[in-house]
């Protein structure tokens, strides 16, 4: 566990919680989809977070 403890850890997922009902990706079906956060890169933006998920689901070509 890199981040910075538990309130940094539920944070993320808040985070995340809400990017993926605000906007749900399109995922093709069959797929689980495992998020893995480098802790410098905390504390982001929501925004900023949102960007970097759809980009790298893009580059994987995971979304339908």
Do not use: F, M, W, Y
């Amino acid at each position: 566990r890199g981040l910075t403890g538990a309130v940094g850890r539920n944070r993320l997922k808040r985070q995340l919680r809400t990017i993926l009902h605000a906007r749900p990706l399109s995922l093709r079906s069959g797929l689980d989809v495992v998020i893995v956060i480098h802790p410098a890169t905390l504390p982001a933006k929501t925004s900023r977070l949102e960007e970097e998920l759809r980009t790298l689901c893009q580059r994987i070509g995971v979304l339908s």
